[in-house]
């Protein structure tokens, strides 16, 4: 179990820490609910085939409507919420904004369902590493504003909100009892509901399929892979077996791994404070996974 939950942790550490960049590859040529509805689809109907080729049951239908309202909160305005921002919110200022997701996942956890209050060590660890992802991107940046849309700003806010709440929700809703299962209906539900965005929208009707770019759509499949039926059903699977509070380590990590990337397959500049920085982020990171874990709550 140890080893299964290492390898969980490692993939949404890592694989998530590098799907800022792909967004951005994607949405530079494709419309933003199209791609993530897309996206979503095709991982979560390849794995619901999976499923039932290894002849799992099929979800009834409270399981289908629990798995679409976690869709909606998750990868409607969570994911879609992310992808739409990135449009206009550089990807580092996108995973400064995400990184508050722990503060959402220990307070909702506290106030709608009764988790022991955050203890001062949780409390100095999420500290701790919302400082370090400031200094991460430079304070400089912040407090000046660095001419970022207040949209896009407002959007990645409700996104880590929203993200916190479905991820608090999908604990305790009735699901399949396979997470793997679960992953796939969650996937479909959320990616449908994209794609009715998207159209609602008009993406479909604007779209000129000449002016896709080949680096959009090697994106795409990088996030089908490994961000969706990877980095998802990891955290799918994580949030069933160890706190919520632990999981959302990664909204931490994430940016570290974005600008070591960066560094060294984009060539991007990286400083001391940086490495200072990612220091004082996997510090807080450590505060709040070594904390007493408590009476873990029963899944149903």
Sequence with gaps: MRAKILLAFLAIYIIWGSTYLFIRFGVETLPPFMMAGARFIVAGSVLYGWNRWRGMPAPTMLQWRSATIIGALLLLVGNGGVTWAEQMIPSGVTALLISTSPIWFVVLDWIWFGAARPTGKVVAGLTMGLAGVVWLIGPDRILHGGGFPLSGILVLMLATFSWAAGSLYSRRASLPSSPFMATAIEMVGGGALLLAVSALTGE???????????????AVGYLVVFGSLVGFTAYVWLLRVVSPARVSTYAFVNPVIAVFLGWTLGGEEFTARMGLAALVIVGGVVLIVMRPAGKKQEIR
Excluded: E, G, Q
């Excluded at 479909?204 to 090697?218: G, I, N």
């Design 204 to 218: 479909p009707w604007r779209l000129d399929p000449s002016t896709v770019a080949l680096k959009s759509l090697v």
